[in-house]
Every structure is written in C-alpha cells, then in structure tokens.
C-alpha cells in the first residue's frame, strides 16, 4: 500500500466534511483516486465519516506505530528520525541487519505489523502476529566491543518504562526478557558485527506482546504461559503512544549509557529486575546449574551462588522460583 502522508494532511487542514471534487482537486488527482486514497487511510485504521452530498470528514486517528504519524510526535535527535514500515515482512531483524552497513543508518528503526519469520535467541522462534510491536532498531555504537553486550540492559529499562506506563507491573528477567507476574510479555534480540575493539554495527529487536491474544499465542508455543499488554489491562492501547514511548527511552538510556557509563545502567536494571537472592536454575544448552541469582555483573553476565561456589553465567536461560 502506498503512504497515505500527502493525502491525510490535506484532510487534516479541513474543519468538517470536504467535498470529494474538492480534495481531488487540492490533491491534484481524479475524483476514483481520491476513493482510493480513502479506502487506504481506514485500512491503516483512520476513522473517515462520508456523507452523501457532504463529502468526507476524518473523525478518528489511527493508532498504528505508521511513520508518519511517528514523525508528527517523535522527540528524539537520533532513534527513527529514518523509519521503515512494512505491512508483513520474515523478520524486521533481517532488513534492519542489511541496513545496518550504512554509515548513516545509526538509529534507523524497521517496524513490521506482521512477521513471518520472527526470530528470538539461537534462531528460535518468536511468533508476532499483528497487534504486536515488532520492531528493530539499528546502532553503531562508539562504545567499546567488549561494552556491547550491555545493549539488552540499556533496551530492557527502555522497555520496562514503557510497558509500566499504562500501568501495569512489568519486571525485567536476566538476560532478555520483561515479565508480568512471571508470565513473558517482552523479548529482546541482539544482533552484532564487531571486530576485536571496534564495533561496527549492533541492531537491536524488540517484540512486545501489545494487542495480541496472548493464549493464541502460547497455544502455539506447546502451552508455555506468556502473556500480553492487553490481556493484562482487558482493553487495548495504543500501539503509537508506546512506540513512540519506546524509542524515547531506548535513546534516553543509550545516551545514558554513553556519558555516565554502563554501572548506572546496571544499577538501574537490578532495581527494576527482581530475581537477586532467588533461587534460579539456568538452563545452558543441556546443562543445568542451581543456585541463588546474586549479582549482575559489570559486563552483564549473572553471578550465580551454587553449592560449589560462585559461578559466572554469560548465557542462558533462567527459571526462577518466586
Ligand atoms: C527473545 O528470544 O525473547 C527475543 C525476541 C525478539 C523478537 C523481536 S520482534 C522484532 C525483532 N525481529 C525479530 O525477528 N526478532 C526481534 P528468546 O529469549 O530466545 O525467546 C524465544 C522464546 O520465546 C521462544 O522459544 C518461545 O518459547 C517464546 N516465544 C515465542 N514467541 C513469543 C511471544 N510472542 N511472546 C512470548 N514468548 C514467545
């Protein structure tokens, strides 16, 4: 579907109804092709009332994270100032990945309504159905290669302020995850290209589970419980307020990040986590480790207090025992 940008605007300059001779004209096009452009703006959820002899009047905006409208509210200097949408696509990681060797492409963001081909840690799958926000946000960090791997902690606070705006009690669970009430709501995905002491690109997926049926979804995934936005409130929320939230706070905490360095961004994580003094079991391809979660440590990874000492976990998954 082509963007609707030029067309909307010129409906939005009208108080009340607009005759369709009229906007035809102001948009320079044929009377068929101002139906059209009507037809494309409620696809993308705009509210437009027609009225025989009256003609059209927008009465309701979309809330779909469509860039346009991200444009009109976005207050950031780098995070999608250049966005790209796409209606379905196998997995915004991918083109954002392709983008990413650009030189300018620090902070272009993809997002997708749909994802075919959604992917989580270790190539496993992350299904996203529409009604999510699916998106990928490309960096070229100046930070050093060995500072990396503190990006998910940066995204994961980004993430958790914006779920916890509409109210809800999210929690951040090491490595990657926001939970509710131990239930996954969020995931986190990092992608980087780097050589020994310079990084060249980093891209960063996030998969918030917004308007989507949280059991559809779970009944897919062999019952695992997870859980979504909406589920959790009963109604829905917009997808544009909390994109627009969630690009804010990812800029907000890389730049913190960068001036005041990666111990205030993991100070900030643990306060928002709260698996420290838990007993976890961390499931490392098929190994299992038990112990009581005790720090976070300065390059992210997990200390983990067993029976036998304290081991340092860099990857995995945990289960906690709340
Ligand atoms: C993650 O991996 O949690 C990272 C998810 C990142 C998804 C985003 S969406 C935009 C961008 N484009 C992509 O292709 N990916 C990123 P991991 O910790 O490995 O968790 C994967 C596991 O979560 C799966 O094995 C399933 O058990 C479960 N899962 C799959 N879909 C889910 C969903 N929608 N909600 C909750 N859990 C899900």
Same mark, same amino acid.
């Given at each position: 579907?082509?963007?609707?940008?030029?067309?909307?605007?010129?409906?939005?300059?009208?108080?009340?109804?607009?005759?369709?001779?009229?906007?035809?004209?102001?948009?320079?096009?044929?009377?068929?092709?101002?139906?059209?452009?009507?037809?494309?703006?409620?696809?993308?959820?705009?509210?437009?009332?027609? /009225?025989?002899?009256?003609?059209?009047?927008?009465?309701?905006?979309?809330?779909?994270?469509?860039?346009?409208?991200?444009?009109?509210?976005?207050?950031?200097?780098?995070?999608?100032?250049?966005?790209?949408?796409?209606?379905?696509?196998?997995?915004?990681?991918?083109?954002?990945?392709?983008?990413?060797?650009?030189?300018?492409?620090?902070?272009?963001?993809?997002?997708?309504?749909?994802?075919?081909?959604?992917?989580?840690?270790?190539?496993?799958?992350?299904?996203?159905? /529409?009604?999510?926000?699916?998106?990928?946000?490309?960096?070229?960090?100046?930070?050093?290669?060995?500072?990396?791997?503190?990006?998910?902690?940066?995204?994961?606070?980004?993430?958790?302020?914006?779920?916890?705006?509409?109210?809800?009690?999210?929690?951040?669970?090491?490595?990657?995850?926001?939970?509710?009430?131990?239930?996954?709501?969020?995931?986190?995905?990092?992608?980087?290209?780097?050589?020994?002491?310079?990084?060249?690109?980093?891209?960063?997926?996030?998969?918030?589970?917004?308007?989507?049926?949280?059991?559809?979804?779970?009944?897919?995934?062999?019952?695992?419980?997870?859980?979504?936005?909406?589920?959790?409130?009963?109604?829905?929320?917009?997808?544009?307020?909390?994109?627009?939230?969630?690009?804010?706070?990812?800029?907000?905490?890389?730049?913190?990040?960068?001036?005041?360095?990666?111990?205030?961004?993991?100070?900030?994580?643990?306060?928002?986590?709260?698996?420290?003094?838990?007993?976890?079991?961390?499931?490392?391809?098929?190994?299992?480790?038990?112990?009581?979660?005790?720090?976070?440590?300065?390059?992210?990874?997990?200390?983990?207090?067993?029976?036998?000492?304290?081991?340092?976990?860099?990857?995995?998954?945990?289960?906690?025992?709340?």
């Amino acid at each position: 579907m082509p963007w609707p940008d030029v067309f909307l605007s010129l409906l939005r300059l009208e108080a009340g109804y607009v005759s369709g001779p009229r906007l035809a004209k102001k948009a320079g096009i044929s009377r068929s092709a101002v139906w059209k452009h009507i037809k494309i703006l409620r696809r993308y959820g705009y509210a437009i009332q027609s /009225r025989h002899g009256l003609g059209y009047k927008l009465v309701g905006q979309t809330d779909l994270p469509v860039p346009w409208e991200l444009a009109r509210v976005l207050h950031t200097s780098f995070v999608g100032k250049h966005i790209v949408y796409r209606e379905t696509i196998d997995s915004t990681q991918n083109l954002a990945i392709s983008l990413a060797s650009k030189p300018d492409s620090h902070g272009t963001v993809v997002i997708a309504e749909q994802q075919t081909s959604g992917r989580g840690r270790q190539d496993r799958k992350w299904l996203s159905p /529409r009604g999510g926000i699916w998106l990928s946000v490309v960096l070229r960090p100046s930070i050093p290669t060995a500072k990396i791997t503190l990006l998910p902690f940066v995204t994961g606070l980004a993430v958790y302020d914006t779920i916890n705006t509409t109210g809800l009690d999210a929690r951040l669970k090491w490595p990657n995850d926001v939970i509710i009430s131990d239930k996954k709501v969020a995931g986190i995905l990092l992608d980087i290209s780097a050589q020994a002491d310079q990084v060249n690109y980093a891209v960063i997926g996030i998969g918030i589970n917004t308007n989507v049926d949280a059991s559809a979804i779970s009944a897919r995934l062999d019952g695992i419980k997870i859980t979504s936005i909406s589920g959790e409130l009963g109604h829905t929320v917009s997808r544009l307020d909390l994109t627009r939230s969630l690009l804010e706070n990812i800029e907000r905490y890389y730049v913190e990040m960068e001036q005041r360095g990666v111990g205030t961004i993991l100070q900030e994580w643990k306060k928002r986590s709260d698996i420290l003094g838990r007993k976890v079991t961390v499931v490392q391809n098929n190994k299992m480790i038990q112990g009581v979660a005790a720090d976070v440590n300065y390059d992210g990874s997990l200390l983990v207090q067993t029976d036998h000492g304290v081991i340092n976990v860099v990857s995995g998954d945990i289960h906690v025992s709340y």
